[in-house]
């Protein structure tokens, strides 16, 4: 669509490389012309609301130009700025961009951020419009003493999306005055989720204990099996991939894990990744909204459907589709691993004990000595 290197548009967000940190592109993505919708651009939440499809959402990504420049990640400039402007804002930002070249269409994809276009190096912007911030934004921004945790967490129960949240933190508009700095795009999405559920978790761990629940949900090929024990909050995911998909071209199904004590990991989730804080997040919200607390095993498996890799939204997002779905109760754990069977034999004709066997949670509900014990 577009056949020069000027041009004016909508801007629904900016977005932060990884490679060469320190020094990072920071790019102002927007489509190759003024939208009336630009914000559908960037926005995962409704691409699930309204069930979007993958090629529905490669389309739209793919639409977007990277107008890209280079910065080291505590410096400041007038394209920042700009940046840090389309950031703020809760409505796309009209802008008119200069490019060194005209961009050649390119899609690249990955496991943590939602599809890209193509990019090239920018030569000047300028906005046109007056971005829409909102005063709780601004009241975040402008408190040079509040620490980015505590502005996440505030404007989370404002009701802002963690899509905006990770914009907010990526293009370093909050956090105390002398820690504000870029972040990496996708090293803000898992920040934001796992700062988000540790507050969660905090309050879920003063909740009476669930019964034995299981939730089934899938969305985008991403299915999801997740299991509730009344027992102390605890969480393990396992992430199983089906055979001869572009995921596993292995004739056997793979699977990874990552677990959590009742206290928390102190180290990353290596195996899983950021889809183990996306799931954490979904699950930890629907125990809030429960008022209770759940040792969770949560089981993903991701089929041939999910042809091509949309980011680590569509984890989050499948999670809270099972989450909302009416939940089988059970009356023992055994009933319900007994279920858990079946139904993936069923679907994925899978042997479930697999990955049961392997289950810390399981092990240590099983071997762990209770109270309830002596008192008998």
């Not at 990496?184 to 700062?195: K, L, N, Q, V």
């Not at 691993?337 to 004709?349: D, E, P, Q, R």
Request: aromatic residues 12%.
């Amino acid at each position: 669509m577009l056949d020069k290197s000027d041009f004016s548009s909508s801007s629904p967000a900016p977005f932060v490389g990884y490679y060469g940190y320190p020094n990072v592109n920071v790019g102002i993505l927007s489509p190759a012309k003024i939208e009336k919708k630009a914000e559908l651009y960037d926005a995962p939440r409704y691409w699930a609301d309204h069930n979007f499809k993958i090629p529905e959402i490669v389309d739209l990504r793919s639409s977007l130009i990277n107008s890209r420049f280079k910065i080291e990640v505590k410096k400041q400039n007038k394209f920042l700025e700009i940046s840090k402007e389309v950031g703020m804002a809760s409505k796309p930002v009209d802008v008119e961009l200069s490019l060194d070249e005209k961009p050649r269409f390119k899609l690249k994809v990955d496991s943590y951020n939602a599809p890209m276009g193509p990019n090239a190096k920018l030569k000047n912007v300028q906005i046109t419009s007056n971005p829409k911030i909102s005063h709780y934004v601004e009241k975040v921004v402008d408190d040079i003493d509040l620490k980015a945790k505590n502005a996440i967490l505030y404007l989370h129960k404002k009701e802002f999306d963690e899509n905006f949240l990770t914009k907010l933190l990526s293009v370093g508009n909050i956090g105390l005055k002398k820690n504000r700095k870029l972040v990496p795009t996708r090293w803000s999405i898992t920040a934001t989720d796992d700062m988000i559920a540790k507050e969660l978790i905090e309050s879920i761990k003063d909740y009476k204990q669930a019964d034995y629940l299981a939730f089934f949900g899938s969305y985008l090929g991403n299915y999801y099996l997740i299991l509730l024990f009344p027992e102390p909050w605890c969480y393990e995911l396992f992430e199983t991939y089906m055979p001869k998909t572009s995921w596993n071209v292995d004739e056997n199904i793979n699977f990874m894990t990552d677990y959590e004590p009742y206290h928390g990991r102190k180290t990353y989730a290596e195996n899983c990744v950021g889809g183990y804080y996306a799931a954490r997040l979904s699950i930890a919200e629907k125990l809030e909204k429960m008022k209770k607390q759940s040792s969770v095993l949560a089981l993903r498996f991701i089929t041939g459907e999910y042809a091509v890799p949309l980011g680590v939204w569509v984890v989050r997002e499948a999670v809270r589709k099972t989450m909302k779905n009416r939940p089988i109760e059970f009356a023992s754990k055994e009933l319900m691993l007994k279920y858990a069977g079946l139904l993936i034999k069923k679907k994925f004709n899978y042997d479930i004990n697999n990955i049961l066997k392997s289950s810390i949670l399981l092990r240590n509900i099983k071997n762990q000595t209770k109270l309830s014990k002596f008192l008998n």
